[in-house]
């Protein structure tokens, strides 16, 4: 009896303390490392000789062509393009500084922060060369996964990742019991490579679908911690922790991970053997997505060196986007509307599509056109959507209108 309650306790103690580790990031990373010590001994050693004579491009930016692979159980897991297009708005500002709230940083910390000029673009085309969304959907029988031996990557359980030398893999699925997330570093397994998130922490805000539990950690700012990962961004207490080497000198030696319940302090002072003062505001930490706002300036040189050093070929394969332009000068009136609208196009050849969601990213009406004007009547409650005008898969305008009774606008189609 003594020694299984010996055994709850220890177990209650992982569920309580290691339970509200929201990223298994080293969880996940460890077996591989601890196999091929030399491989990553080699991998650090090449970032630091790159840190030392740095090759910096020309206009200093990149792009990253990605895919998400949502792999749903449930209906509401598969979540809609603007969900997945909100998320990448996300990573886009974050990843370039243009987020406001940098304004939490004080006068000192200001001077630390730093700009990636990381574009994230859904790819344009698969494997094969057709053209693509950029999103996957795979329906699975699996309730919840988890980062052990990757089901959610294998095409038996999972959606199988495109080359890894062409994409960044983005899978969206279930995770168990609060795991919001996890990445690979550098070094693992071609066929492995990418990120995996859980679905309710995708997007740009908290969702009616969104557990309260993970309320704090939401936003799309999951996803941001685990591409830091992926770029060889460690945690600010090393993979070992605690008062582990992130290879990061401003964010101090620090003994474990600060969570929202800090309530967003500048700066705290470890408890390591030689306690420092500990940089909070940053994406690699669980402060929350209220709190964390910024990259260090050593996060990016090092995130950008992993990128030279290891991420040269998706780097060297990307393919550009074909400019579609012209639509630019596209009408939608009225926006303020009883449920008609009219949407003037300028000249163009084939067909368009025009898709309309409402503000938790659910399609709540779609059509077709190939004429240069279209006149249709929303039927929906009052409320903010989104149209989006689709040409050859790919979105070229978008516009948000207000539905609402009481406008003077909008009442009839011309021909009633």
Not at 400 to 405: G, L
Request: proline share 6%.
């Amino acid at each position: 009896m003594g020694r299984l309650l010996i055994i709850l306790f220890i177990c209650f103690i992982n569920i309580n303390g290691f339970g509200q580790l929201k990223c298994g990031t080293d969880e996940y990373n460890r077996p591989f490392i601890r196999q091929y010590p030399e491989k990553y001994d080699k991998i650090e050693k090449d970032i630091q000789n790159y840190l030392r004579n740095p090759k910096v491009k020309s206009d200093g930016t990149y792009v990253i062509p990605v895919v998400f692979h949502i792999v749903y159980n449930h209906w509401k897991e598969n979540l809609n393009d603007s969900v997945i297009i909100q998320q990448l708005n996300v990573l886009n500002d974050r990843f370039n500084l243009r987020n406001a709230d940098t304004i939490l940083l004080t006068d000192t910390l200001q001077n630390w922060k730093g700009n990636f000029k990381i574009t994230f673009e859904l790819a344009h085309l698969d494997p094969d060369g057709y053209p693509t969304t950029g999103i996957t959907r795979t329906y699975t029988n699996v309730g919840e996964f988890s980062y052990w031996s990757n089901p959610v990557k294998k095409a038996s359980q999972g959606k199988a990742g495109w080359p890894n030398d062409r994409y960044l893999n983005i899978w969206v699925c279930d995770l168990y019991d609060g795991l919001m997330g996890y990445a690979q570093f550098p070094g693992g397994e071609d066929w492995s490579d990418g990120v995996v998130i859980d679905w309710q922490s995708v997007g740009d805000r908290v969702y009616p679908w969104t557990y309260s539990i993970y309320d704090k950690w939401a936003k799309g700012h999951v996803l941001v911690h685990e591409i830091g990962h992926w770029l060889n961004l460690k945690h600010p207490w090393g993979n070992y922790g605690p008062c582990g080497d992130d290879h990061i000198p401003e964010t101090g030696l620090q003994d474990g991970p600060i969570y929202p319940s800090a309530e967003c302090p500048d700066t705290l002072f470890s408890t390591c053997d030689t306690p420092e003062r500990i940089f909070v505001k940053h994406y690699m930490d669980y402060v929350g997505a209220d709190c964390m706002c910024t990259f260090t300036k050593n996060q990016v040189v090092r995130g950008i060196a992993s990128m030279e050093t290891y991420r040269q070929d998706l780097l060297n394969n990307y393919v550009p986007k074909p400019n579609v332009t012209g639509f630019e000068n596209t009408m939608v009136r009225p926006t303020y509307t009883k449920g008609r609208v009219v949407i003037e196009f300028p000249k163009y050849e084939g067909k368009l599509e025009i898709m309309v969601f409402d503000m938790i990213g659910r399609l709540v009406y779609k059509t077709t056109t190939t004429h240069p004007f279209i006149d249709f009547k929303l039927n929906m409650g009052n409320g903010s959507y989104l149209i989006d005008i689709i040409k050859d898969e790919r979105r070229v305008f978008q516009e948000k209108i207000i539905i609402n009774s009481a406008s003077p606008y909008g009442a009839n189609f011309l021909n009633n």
